[in-house]
């Protein structure tokens, strides 16, 4: 005969004050580890306390319900539950039930529907000159990689040292900034495994490595003591952990890794705060910088960060700012239905640098747009400083096509632009990787007209293709071609006149080409003879046009041919 199973009664088994401790220890136990594990901020703006309060309440709980004796038998009915917690646990069932009705509310007051004033005024856009502002950059000062090329490089560059690659790997959690005048992305190295780690913690992580981004040369900076706080540590000394149990009642954005001007790393962590209700409205309040090496935390409101730190405000964070001030423009109403006035960026971004500050970079288009832009965001990560510059034209995604389109045969694929002012137009700037990640070539796309593309070799071969289009375009007048020189003895000379003016067509010895030169502009070509030696300045040659005649803008006579004497 089977023994009838065990059915709770309804009666309320009350906890005695030994059991009651007990269940606070074993929670605030489960609580430590949760915490340590999760890294949730004692701060009522954060998502992330509420469910640690939560589950801190839920397990009290079903601590309370086993050592009753109650348990989570299936004869119970929810009913029981309830009285259960009503009797024993109503502190913990009225705390959970307030934070419930805290976050409730809070949400509801943070929504845009309600605070579409506020949510437009968390970024300040000033209109600013493209030709003013963006001054134009020598080419050997263009960023030739993103970010994808600068880790692959990066981890190549790891892996050709025998006495670290065995203990130690690439980080691939690169930053982009200024360093010393350039433009670099810089990653610490972390341990291979967590055998690695135990056996070298000691020392901690001896090298960084810079990327820089003009000449695409990856090195690895060895440190006379090693960085001790870095993502890599699995304990204490996770840059996270350190942070949290330095700062526990901040809310921080994911550290940036940096390096000052004397090559010591940094850890850049910045503080959010939310500022619309309860959770809306994230801003930067200031910034908590870390030594990498000896874990030492300042902390500077965002007015006081020094000037060599890049990172501060994230190209997401300021785009998700600036949707807000382009599509609550006339209201919440409007950004839903209607649309009148509404902008937004566009899908990625890019860094830029000016006056040795990072900015980043991202196209506006209309709420309604598909392969043109209004213009485009500059945005100082450190300050916040943002302009908006009006110029139409094409999307990002459109040049990145149209660049791709006249290497089709090569299969190369184009990187997300980078905004150059080039002879005052607005300019893509596209590097061209294949498929092992590496840049063979590079292409420039007009703004305006994306159908204007130039592609070379080299960034000056690039440059120099693209100025030519744009006067061939009438965009651009003769005087701001690109010239280049070349010297030689004259081996052939014709003339003509074309449009009522003077030309004369002249070949040196060893070429082909003919630099055609104006008697107008250069008027000591008419006493030159076959056997002088010259110094022409000419536009250079465009890569897939024809070459045969180039237009020369000065010539000098360096020295005549000797004179021809007779034999006695």
Request: aromatic share 10%; hydrophobic share 40%.
């Amino acid at each position: 005969m089977e023994r009838p199973e065990k059915r709770y009664n309804g009666t309320v088994r009350n906890l005695s004050p030994g059991k009651i401790l007990l269940n606070l220890i074993l929670t605030a136990i489960v609580g430590l580890i949760y915490f340590y594990v999760t890294l949730p901020p004692i701060n009522l703006q954060s998502g992330d306390f509420y469910t640690f309060i939560g589950v801190l309440c839920v397990v009290y709980v079903l601590f309370a319900l086993i050592t009753s004796g109650m348990g989570l038998s299936r004869n119970n009915n929810p009913g029981d539950y309830f009285r259960f917690v009503k009797s024993q646990c109503l502190p913990v069932g009225l705390l959970f039930l307030a934070l419930l009705l805290i976050a409730l509310i809070g949400s509801l007051i943070s929504m845009p529907i309600f605070r579409a004033s506020d949510y437009r005024e968390l970024l300040t856009v000033e209109d600013g000159s493209f030709t003013d502002d963006i001054a134009e950059i020598s080419f050997d000062e263009i960023p030739t990689l993103d970010e994808g090329s600068a880790e692959y490089l990066g981890d190549r560059q790891m892996g050709t040292l025998s006495d670290m690659v065995s203990q130690f790997e690439y980080s691939f959690d690169s930053t982009q900034i200024n360093y010393q005048g350039r433009p670099v992305r810089v990653a610490p190295i972390a341990y291979a495994d967590i055998i690695k780690w135990f056996t070298n913690r000691a020392q901690g992580l001896p090298a960084y490595v810079v990327v820089d981004m003009v000449t695409q040369e990856a090195t690895v900076v060895r440190l006379e003591e090693g960085m001790k706080y870095s993502f890599s540590e699995p304990l204490n000394r996770n840059i996270v952990r350190h942070l949290r149990f330095q700062f526990p009642t901040y809310i921080f954005g994911t550290p940036q890794f940096e390096i000052d001007e004397d090559g010591r790393p940094w850890w850049i962590a910045p503080r959010i705060v939310k500022t619309i209700g309860l959770f809306g409205g994230a801003d930067i309040q200031g910034a908590v910088l870390v030594d990498a090496i000896t874990g030492q935390c300042t902390y500077y409101e965002k007015e006081e960060i020094p000037s060599w730190v890049d990172n501060v405000y994230t190209p997401e964070l300021i785009m998700q700012q600036y949707d807000y001030h382009g599509t609550l423009v006339n209201g919440f109403i409007n950004s839903i239905f209607g649309q009148r006035d509404v902008t937004v960026t566009t899908a990625d971004s890019n860094y830029i640098a000016i006056n040795d500050d990072v900015y980043m970079y991202t196209g506006v288009t209309s709420a309604n747009a598909d392969q043109s832009n209004l213009g485009f965001l500059l945005s100082n990560q450190r300050t916040k400083e943002t302009k908006f510059y009006e110029a139409p034209g094409a999307t990002e995604k459109a040049a990145q096509a149209s660049a791709m389109g006249v290497v089709q045969d090569l299969g190369y694929t184009a990187t997300f632009p980078l905004l150059l002012n080039i002879s005052d137009q607005p300019t893509y700037f596209i590097p061209l990787k294949d498929n092992t990640n590496l840049v063979k070539s590079y292409a420039m796309v007009n703004v305006a007209q994306y159908q204007i593309v130039a592609t070379g070799a080299t960034v000056s071969q690039c440059e120099q293709n693209y100025i030519q289009l744009l006067n061939n375009r009438g965009l651009v007048s003769a005087e701001e071609l690109p010239t280049t020189q070349v010297s030689g003895v004259i081996d052939d000379i014709r003339s003509a006149v074309m449009d009522g003016n003077s030309y004369y067509f002249i070949r040196l010895q060893g070429e082909a080409v003919y630099y055609s030169i104006s008697a107008a502009d250069s008027p000591v070509v008419v006493i030159l003879n076959v056997g002088d030696s010259v110094t022409i300045q000419h536009t250079p040659a465009v890569e897939g046009a024809d070459n045969s005649i180039l237009d020369g803008s000065t010539i000098t006579l360096d020295r005549a041919a000797p004179a021809q004497t007779d034999a006695a």
